[in-house]
């Protein structure tokens, strides 16, 4: 049989089981799911919310947050300090009542040689500052989120989302968090997540916790939760046991000179 009678014949066929071997090489365009669809949007919106009950472009229109902070784990102070961050988070500093200081300019890291926990500056220099920046770094560049869940939490029901990382992220890529706002204000009363700085992902997975915010206060007529405190978390039970607290004594927006981040002569890259 011929390639031309083949053709032919090919076409009848279509034609006879369906309208026309005209429409034999069109495809038809794989539609999208409304389900899909709809929850993409519900993500998305559920986080644009999020950024205008914390006065997001407010927020970036300033310059710097300074904070004076004092963090507590079992009993025994972890950080006491000055924190100074540009809001858009790039740079940062955090002078120790001590006297030691870390800096840290995008992913490079510095501390002074008389920094007695060296093994942790990393780690200081960009937790808080997350801890803190978190509701205007909900869309950041690698965030990836989850469909919006309703989820309860000592007797609430929140509004609950996880963020991941896309590969390469930050310093961290394997953090996740699990985000629980009010589904009327939008504020974050919850967050729970896993960090995995200094640690494998199994191991930080294996130890999750938690991080609530409360005492909101006005600063320049935006959010900033000035009491922090950290539980035990695990998916099945929820809030633990508390296990440390952080209070922000005072809080205030600050235009920085131009040598504000400027690395100290004698620090150590770390």
Same mark, same amino acid.
């Not at 034999?24 to 799911?33: F, R, S, W």
């Given at each position: 049989?011929?390639?031309?009678?083949?053709?032919?014949?090919?076409?009848?066929?279509?034609?006879?089981?369906?309208?026309?071997?005209?429409?034999?090489?069109?495809?038809?365009?794989?539609?999208?799911?409304?389900?899909?669809?709809?929850?993409?949007?519900?993500?998305?919106?559920?986080?644009?919310?999020?950024?205008?009950?914390?006065?997001?472009?407010?927020?970036?229109? #300033?310059?710097? &947050?300074?904070?004076?902070?004092?963090?507590?784990?079992?009993?025994?102070?972890?950080?006491?300090?000055?924190?100074?961050?540009?809001?858009?988070?790039?740079?940062?500093?955090?002078?120790?009542?001590?006297?030691?200081?870390?800096?840290? $300019?995008?992913?490079?890291?510095? #501390?002074?040689?008389?920094?007695?926990?060296?093994?942790?500056?990393?780690?200081?220099?960009?937790?808080?500052?997350? @801890?803190?920046?978190?509701?205007?770094?909900?869309?950041?560049?690698?965030?990836?989120?989850?469909?919006?869940?309703?989820?309860?939490?000592?007797?609430?029901?929140?509004?609950?989302?996880?963020?991941?990382?896309?590969?390469?992220?930050? $310093?961290?890529?394997?953090?996740?968090? &699990?985000?629980?706002?009010?589904?009327?204000?939008?504020?974050?009363?919850?967050?729970?997540? &896993?960090?995995?700085?200094?640690?494998?992902?199994?191991?930080?997975?294996?130890?999750? #916790?938690?991080?609530?915010?409360?005492?909101?206060?006005?600063?320049?007529?935006?959010?900033?939760? #000035?009491?922090?405190? @950290?539980?035990?978390?695990?998916?099945?039970?929820?809030?633990?046991?508390?296990?440390? $607290?952080?209070?922000?004594?005072?809080?205030?927006?600050?235009?920085?000179?131009?040598?504000?981040?400027?690395?100290?002569?004698?620090?150590?890259?770390?």
């Amino acid at each position: 049989m011929s390639s031309i009678f083949k053709l032919g014949f090919a076409c009848l066929m279509v034609l006879a089981l369906t309208t026309s071997c005209k429409n034999e090489n069109k495809v038809t365009p794989e539609l999208e799911t409304p389900t899909v669809k709809t929850e993409a949007k519900k993500a998305i919106s559920s986080i644009e919310a999020i950024e205008k009950a914390y006065k997001k472009d407010k927020f970036l229109a #300033h310059n710097a &947050i300074e904070v004076d902070m004092v963090i507590s784990f079992g009993g025994q102070v972890r950080l006491d300090a000055k924190m100074t961050y540009l809001t858009n988070s790039t740079k940062g500093k955090i002078e120790l009542k001590d006297g030691s200081s870390i800096y840290y $300019d995008g992913a490079r890291v510095f #501390h002074s040689a008389d920094l007695k926990n060296e093994k942790a500056a990393r780690f200081d220099a960009y937790t808080w500052m997350y @801890f803190l920046l978190f509701p205007n770094k909900l869309d950041d560049q690698g965030t990836i989120w989850s469909d919006v869940e309703s989820a309860k939490l000592n007797n609430k029901t929140y509004n609950s989302q996880r963020l991941t990382f896309e590969a390469n992220t930050g $310093d961290a890529p394997d953090d996740w968090y &699990i985000v629980y706002s009010d589904p009327q204000t939008h504020l974050m009363d919850y967050v729970a997540y &896993i960090v995995t700085v200094n640690k494998s992902t199994e191991a930080a997975e294996a130890d999750p #916790h938690a991080i609530g915010y409360s005492n909101y206060k006005m600063i320049d007529g935006i959010p900033v939760a #000035h009491n922090w405190e @950290f539980y035990e978390w695990s998916s099945a039970n929820g809030i633990g046991k508390v296990i440390g $607290d952080a209070t922000i004594r005072s809080a205030k927006f600050v235009t920085t000179a131009p040598t504000t981040f400027d690395i100290p002569e004698g620090f150590v890259e770390k």
